[in-house]
């Protein structure tokens, strides 16, 4: 009785864990331990990584307020870019505040047509919509359990920490921000200050839900797999 209760010697315990993709050859694990302590500077690889990252941002930010306009609004009625930048910013930790503000202040700003003065404060917007996310997961994700690269995003407690930690209160909070830099430099009516903080808000949340979602999922283990992703601060 005893010997049919026993693990077949020929099992593999770890072969079906869900977390885990399948291995890619010439790749590394993704058994990788995230911090925010410095521990020196990348390697070119990753530094490729977040360059690429930061120009993506930059040009998506700039191609949704160029092709998707609402100066009724004072903002664009759908930021794609915010999809992709909530991945980028938990990828490469503390080298998000670069990416979100050059994103942001450039693409969002400067090449959107708003005056310099406008712009420096307005990219800091970003700083609450991906950083406070990534500051959330590097600090957060394992107390409670869940990938501080957000891997698991489709399951129950991955999901409820992405909507808590990367969705719901930095969209709000940044929208609210966003706004009021354009309602105080002049660049929003004030009617239109409650009904733009909604839009922001509610249209950044459902962007963020599918295309951030997916591209964790997807992406994520096979960014993670090639040592592209930054583990401490910076490195």
């Not at 693990?7 to 995230?34: F, K, L, Q």
């Not at 070119?44 to 009724?72: E, F, I, K």
């Not at 700083?127 to 399951?155: E, W």
């Not at 309602?183 to 009904?195: M, S």
Request: net charge neutral; charged share 10%; hydrophobic share 50%.
């Amino acid at each position: 009785m005893e010997d049919s209760l026993k693990r077949p010697d020929n099992v593999e315990v770890n072969r079906n864990y869900p977390d885990e993709p399948p291995a890619i050859e010439g790749s590394e694990s993704t058994s990788i331990r995230y911090t925010f302590r410095f521990t020196g500077w990348p390697g070119l690889s990753q530094l490729v990584a977040v360059a690429v990252a930061t120009a993506v941002y930059t040009v998506l930010s700039w191609l949704t307020v160029a092709t998707l306009p609402n100066p009724a609004l004072g903002v664009s009625p759908l930021f794609i870019a915010i999809g992709f930048g909530i991945p980028f910013a938990l990828w490469f930790g503390g080298w998000a505040f670069v990416i979100a503000y050059i994103g942001n202040f450039v693409g969002a700003g400067l090449l959107s047509g708003l005056p310099v003065l406008v712009a420096i404060p307005f990219g800091a917007a970003d700083f609450i919509q991906l950083c406070i996310p990534m500051l959330l997961y590097r600090f957060l994700a394992y107390r409670f359990g869940v990938s501080p690269v957000g891997k698991d995003v489709f399951t129950k407690r991955g999901f409820i920490f992405f909507l808590v930690c990367a969705v719901i209160p930095n969209n709000i909070i940044g929208g609210l921000y966003g706004n009021l830099v354009l309602l105080v430099t002049g660049q929003e009516v004030p009617k239109a200050f409650f009904f733009s903080w909604i839009t922001w808000s509610a249209t950044n949340i459902v962007v963020v839900l599918v295309i951030s979602s997916i591209l964790f999922s997807t992406l994520t283990p096979i960014v993670e797999r090639f040592g592209l992703t930054i583990r401490d601060a910076l490195r």
